[in-house]
Nanobody, 115 residues
Framework: QVQVVESGGGAVQPGGSLRLSCAASQSPFSFYSMGWYRQAPGKQRELVANIASGGNTNYADSVKGRFTISSDNAKNTVYLQMNSLKPEDTAVYYC?????????WGKGTLVTVSS
């Protein structure tokens, strides 16, 4: 069964940048989406951004213009470039792979934005 592993979280000051990576253990082949969700303390998990196997992308309104999702199909990896980070971006970020309605989740990586 395919697994996904996140990396790249950490602590950064407001206005800073981070890049998250999510690597799938094997190629999901086609008809899938990969993306990022986040969950802040006391809040529900929410979609941040995702990218479909055809290349279409989708972003939460709160991150549009600041975050960019991209993929490297040769490496089975999806990236989330996060710029102009705000304290409200602080959360555990989870990678998600969805194919035919089946979700695979990573363990999460913590992003802390604080001065």
């Amino acid at each position: 069964q395919v697994q996904v592993v996140e990396s790249g979280g950490g602590a950064v000051q407001p206005g800073g940048s981070l890049r998250l990576s999510c690597a799938a253990s094997q190629s999901p082949f086609s008809f899938y989406s990969m993306g990022w969700y986040r969950q802040a303390p006391g809040k529900q998990r929410e979609l941040v951004a995702n990218i479909a196997s055809g290349g279409n992308t989708n972003y939460a309104d709160s991150v549009k213009g600041r975050f960019t999702i991209s993929s490297d199909n040769a490496k089975n990896t999806v990236y989330l470039q996060m710029n102009s980070l705000k304290p409200e971006d602080t959360a555990v970020y989870y990678c998600n792979l969805r194919r035919f309605g089946i979700d695979v989740w990573g363990k999460g990586t913590l992003v802390t934005v604080s001065s």
